[in-house]
């Protein structure tokens, strides 16, 4: 039997009060590629990226390594910017590392609500969670 694994791995950590850093990495069988990228908490904002190829089929797939460099200023909260990404830097670098991008940028949300529910029960260890966690959702749209 012929089989085939995928894997995609976001983390994100917070290295200045505004600004959040994500790793993301995605590997299976024939591919193996890293992106960092450096985001404005407030407006989405990419403000750095950088990539990193471990396996690639063939001489051209490390070009796209600079194509990333269009993401810089890229909002992650306007309408279709996932759809912009695929564009810019799957269509004219590569499908891989749009796909980390956007996946990055879908746990935006995520990340600051855990980043802000950390805060929250260290101020109020008997925080009702499940009302704090309600209440941020209804609060950030």
Not at 38 to 47: H, M, N, Q, S, T
Not at 48 to 77: E, H, W
Request: aromatic letters at 8%.
């Amino acid at each position: 039997m012929i089989t085939f694994q995928r894997s995609q791995i976001v983390g994100a950590e917070f290295i200045e009060e505004h600004t959040i850093r994500f790793n993301g990495i995605q590997e299976d069988h024939i591919y193996g590629m890293e992106i960092s990228m450096e985001v404005c908490i407030a407006d989405g904002k990419i403000l750095k990226i950088d990539g990193n190829m471990k396996r690639y089929t063939n001489f051209v797939c490390p070009r796209a390594v600079a194509v990333l460099q269009t993401a810089v200023g890229l909002s992650l909260r306007e309408p279709g910017w996932d759809k912009q990404v695929m564009r810019e830097i799957g269509r004219k670098g590569c499908e891989h590392f749009a796909e980390i991008v956007i996946e990055c940028g879908r746990c935006l949300d995520q990340a600051v609500k855990s980043k802000d529910l950390h805060t929250a029960l260290a101020q109020n260890p008997d925080l009702n969670q499940e009302e704090f966690l309600a209440r941020w959702t209804l609060e950030s749209r």
